[in-house]
């Protein structure tokens, strides 16, 4: 199974991603975003834009706090997640 990465400021876990698999969903939801009428944009996502070198940034840095991705660790029983937790992803930077 998969390690989370926790956020050292925080303790917000996160699921580790490449930065090509979330620029891959990026681009995706863009395509699927971009074919919705205004109405239907802002109904289920309140804006009318959608951009992907912002969602990639975006997972570069702590959904909760804004930490960097850089400031992370790989979850350790000491972080004890929670089971059923909502969990959103990190880009994990090379090393």
């Known amino acids: ?42 109904s289920d996502y309140r804006r009318h834009e959608y951009g992907v070198e912002q969602a990639v940034a975006q997972s570069k840095q702590c959904f909760k706090c804004g930490n960097p991705n850089t400031d992370f660790h790989q979850e350790t029983d000491d972080d004890r997640i929670s089971a059923g937790v909502t969990i959103q992803g990190i880009i994990v930077p090379d090393k």
């Open 1 to 42: 199974m998969t390690k989370l990465m926790v956020c050292n400021k925080c303790g917000w876990a996160h699921i580790p991603r490449t930065e090509a698999e979330v620029l891959e969903d990026a681009r995706n939801f863009k395509a699927y975003f971009d074919r919705l009428s205004p109405e239907q944009q802002f």
